[in-house]
């Protein structure tokens, strides 16, 4: 067994953060959507929730923001001429397209791509699999750039394999690892993976879409040369769904050998946790930790993002800890329930709440922040080492932020053509600041 860590990769929130209020099933981000937003608070609220790790003692990594607008999607939707042109003709004309355009989603790093560590894959390689994100029309445009910023970072093929995106068919719908868990007993021994699917192939549902179909997620496990026994496929519950968790990290999150999920995660609970110990016979005892509906009611365990918290194993510490957003702090169900789990002597041990209220409005917690990758010291070493942090480098993104965000951004500011310079201007500084020029 190599001995491994868990690398946090998180999105540097862009400086076209809005809410425009894309995402159906999504219910903060239809909440807040025309409300105006604050690029700049994000972003720093981002890097110090990113800081607050480093100073844990755990390896953080950042990925920069893509490109906005994105003027090939505007191009696409027939709109031709200088770039001002574009975006003053689509304002006029086909306003939601312009808005899937600015969209700064990739933020949420969770949906970026499907992640197997070395010790899973038949060929010894950390893998890589960018979600094609179809489901959603601003999110369906990231993978292509996604991908180049994966092959960007972990460009050694001797030790990494990043595969495009599957697909952009319903069937093949996939949302990245915002529905997939790895379990294990320690981060550098051989795991057990957990695909979260909410529809099978040709398969409608009235309501809020199911946006991971097990086809992808089946895709995925094989491209990732993954072990069959110990792999494991469940059934997003639907009526959590229909409750506003649109992907399965809204109602869980696992750590090493513990899964924590709410009583309605999974269609078949019972089933699942069967399937979870018997994949994981031999190698580690699962410690399921489930959240009862009577404790914290399904709306409240949505609005609260008590799952969507990062579950880490921190130097020092002898239990996992869960980094939460206040808002679980400001949920009374949320609140009290998390002080009963510190006090039973569980696998976690405390509750840390971070303010990343920004993401939050536009429903992204935590976890949505993030992605998770497990890595030896050899791979750590042939990452790029531009987007590894330190509290240097940290406040040097900082200063970039605060010198070149918006503080406020109104829906209206988008059929600005001087806004697409200012954003331009930003991301360079950034990537600048992490050595990816080469992604301009």
């Not at 960018?130 to 996604?146: F, G, K, V, W, Y």
């Not at 001797?158 to 868990?181: I, K, Q, Y």
């Not at 406040?395 to 010198?403: F, I, K, M, P």
Request: glycine share 6%.
């Amino acid at each position: 067994m190599n001995v491994a860590t868990e690398v946090n990769f998180d999105g540097l929130i862009g400086p076209s953060h809005n809410y425009g209020g894309l995402s159906d099933g999504n219910l903060a981000s239809a909440r807040n959507a025309g409300d105006v937003s604050n690029p700049r608070e994000a972003a720093v609220q981002g890097l110090e929730k990113m800081r607050t790790l480093v100073r844990a003692g755990l390896v953080q990594g950042v990925l920069p923001p893509l490109a906005r607008p994105n003027f090939d999607l505007l191009v696409a939707a027939g709109f031709a001429g200088s770039d001002a042109d574009i975006i003053d003709a689509a304002a006029r004309s086909a306003p939601r397209v312009l808005k899937a355009a600015w969209s700064a989603s990739s933020m949420w790093t969770a949906n970026a791509a499907t992640v197997s560590p070395s010790a899973d894959t038949a060929d010894g390689r950390l893998h890589f699999t960018a979600a094609n994100l179809s489901t959603m029309l601003h999110r369906s445009i990231e993978h292509p750039d996604t991908t180049a910023t994966l092959v960007s970072l972990f460009a050694d093929e001797e030790r990494f394999a990043v595969h495009g995106a599957l697909p952009a068919h319903a069937d093949f719908a996939d949302e990245g690892a915002a529905n997939h868990v790895r379990l294990a007993a320690e981060h550098g021994a051989p795991g057990v993976e957990l695909f979260v699917f909410g529809r099978d192939i040709g398969e409608t549902l009235a309501g809020f879409p199911a946006r991971q179909t097990r086809l992808a997620s089946e895709s995925i496990a094989r491209a990732h040369g993954l072990s069959a026994p110990r792999v494991v496929f469940a059934r997003q519950a639907r009526r959590a769904i229909e409750a506003g968790a649109f992907h399965n990290d809204v109602v869980c999150v696992g750590a090493l050998d513990t899964l924590f999920f709410h009583e309605h995660a999974f269609e078949n609970t019972a089933a699942t946790l069967e399937a979870l110990r018997h994949a994981a016979e031999g190698r580690f005892e699962l410690k399921p930790v489930m959240v009862p509906d009577a404790e914290v009611p399904l709306a409240d365990a949505i609005s609260s993002y008590l799952f969507n918290s990062q579950l880490l194993q921190l130097p020092g510490e002898d239990r996992l800890v869960l980094i939460a957003p206040t808002e679980t702090r400001d949920t009374p169900s949320a609140h009290a329930y998390c002080e009963r789990l510190v006090l039973a002597n569980g696998p976690i041990g405390r509750v840390q709440y971070v303010d990343v209220r920004q993401s939050m409005r536009n429903g992204g917690g935590p976890a949505c922040l993030r992605l998770r990758v497990v890595m030896t010291e050899a791979e750590i070493a042939a990452c790029h080492a531009g987007v590894l942090l330190d509290e240097e480098l940290i406040d040097e993104l900082q200063a970039s932020v605060r010198a070149t965000y918006r503080d406020r951004l109104s829906p209206a500011d988008l059929a600005d053509p001087a806004f697409a310079d200012e954003c331009r201007l930003a991301r360079e500084a950034i990537l600048e600041i992490l050595d990816l020029e080469s992604l301009l």
